[in-house]
């Protein structure tokens, strides 16, 4: 997993925290607090919070930098996930929470900010905010978590990069069955603290914004399989993770993280909890229940279960029968196409062309899907072949990039 470093200066970044107008914050819901060992083992002291908070939170800072979150940002108030741009590129689709916004209706106006990893404004201006029909009128047995989840749609002011220029994927919507029992990543921004403490709103890191990530395990399906939950547990007890974190008041619309068949994917986002010391738990909507909604309101959006990466013939594998098909329509315009037409020829970031973008995301995708890893997530040493030939091909393309097609700018 690449991250990136805080203390560096490009991720010292001051995030804009003014609110956007006309939003309406019914309540703030929650970001991460970190067990008391977590915090200690990174250089702080749970003696001293305040004193060593930039110590015992360096590695849930450089955590949430990971590339597999970097498509997380903040509306100010809120946190939020972008999903992809439309096919125009005009307009960008962000995953939140429903109670972030005013929402009279299932289709709502909204003017608002999206301040993505780096502090920049990716997206802004009048757009529209989206819930689904059971927020609105809830059925039986629904309740506040179960029905927690929005979509904002906003003019797209800019793309969003990673650390080295390269531009971020959406993610993956999680549409499967097996969240219960499997660890859950959280990542967001709002008020920090330890287990034994709670959340202060008052703690800020010196420099940079006040954005960590954290573990739990999903524990409970509730509000007829609608809403999920992780209780916050003490170190050594229950099933508690090394990283393990509760949500805390800042950190609304969050996206909950899984790994699924070797795939990072949304599960959840954040409705609040019930606290933030030990014993507590966090709740948050369940996306897979709720990823028809999203596709229906975002056709571009990427269902866990429609794609495996790179798996450009739907075989259900990534390996060398997806790089000839990658090779044969490299350096291609496929502006034309839907977005799963154009992925699955290559066009992996959605920007209407097959390019050296693509290859270095086909690279990555191939080399996860061949290379085995251990019960901690730890990835092996890639296959010889699979390096050999995807090193080939990386030579191959460079020669051919005066030739590439570039993404369209606004």
């Known amino acids: 997993m690449a991250t990136c470093n805080p203390t560096r200066i490009r991720c010292l970044i001051l995030v804009s925290w003014a609110l956007s107008a006309g939003v309406a914050l019914p309540r703030p819901a929650e970001a991460v607090v970190l067990n008391n060992d977590y915090f200690e083992a990174s250089g702080g002291d749970a003696g001293n919070v305040s004193g060593t908070l930039d110590q015992g939170y360096s590695d849930a800072r450089e955590q949430s930098f990971g590339d597999q979150f970097l498509a997380v940002g903040n509306f100010g108030q809120c946190t939020g996930t972008w999903i992809g741009n439309n096919r125009r590129g005009n307009l960008s689709y962000f995953l939140t929470a429903a109670h972030c916004f005013s929402h009279p209706a299932t289709t709502n106006a909204v003017n608002a900010t999206f301040f993505s990893w780096d502090g920049r404004v990716a997206a802004s201006g009048a757009g529209t905010f989206h819930v689904p029909e059971e927020r609105i009128n809830r059925p039986p047995g629904f309740g506040g978590a179960s ?17 080295e220029g390269d531009l971020v994927r959406p993610p993956l919507i999680y549409d499967g069955d097996d969240e219960r029992g499997e660890t859950v990543y959280l990542t967001g921004y709002g008020s920090w603290g330890i287990g034994s403490q709670g959340s202060n709103g008052g703690l800020f890191p010196s420099t940079g914004p006040r954005r960590a990530t954290g573990t739990n395990v999903i524990d409970s399906i509730f509000e007829q399989d609608h809403g999920i939950g992780a209780t916050f547990n003490a170190p050594g007890t229950g099933d508690a993770t090394e990283r393990e974190s509760s949500v ?128 901690a997530g730890v990835v092996l040493p890639e296959p010889a072949s699979g390096l050999i030939f995807l090193g080939l091909g990386m030579t191959a393309l460079r020669r051919r990039s005066p030739a590439r097609l570039t993404q369209r700018e606004p």
Do not use: C
């Open 147 to 163: 029905t927690d989840i929005g979509i904002v749609v906003l003019p797209r002011v800019s793309l969003i990069r990673d650390q």
């Open 248 to 375: 805390a008041a800042g950190d609304s619309g969050s996206a909950w993280w899984q790994v699924h068949a070797g795939r990072w994917a949304i599960i959840g986002t954040t409705n609040g909890g019930s606290g933030t010391t030990y014993g507590t738990f966090s709740t948050a909507a369940r996306v897979s229940r709720y990823a028809d909604w999203v596709h229906s309101i975002f056709p571009g959006a990427v269902l866990w279960s429609d794609l495996s990466l790179a798996d450009l013939n739907s075989d259900g594998q990534v390996n060398a029968a997806d790089w000839a098909v990658f090779q044969e329509n490299s350096h291609t315009d496929l502006s034309g196409l839907s977005v799963s037409e154009g992925f699955s020829r290559g066009d992996l970031n959605g920007d209407g062309v097959s390019d050296y973008e693509d290859f270095k995301l086909f690279k990555q995708a191939y080399l996860a899907a061949t290379a085995p890893t251990t019960s």
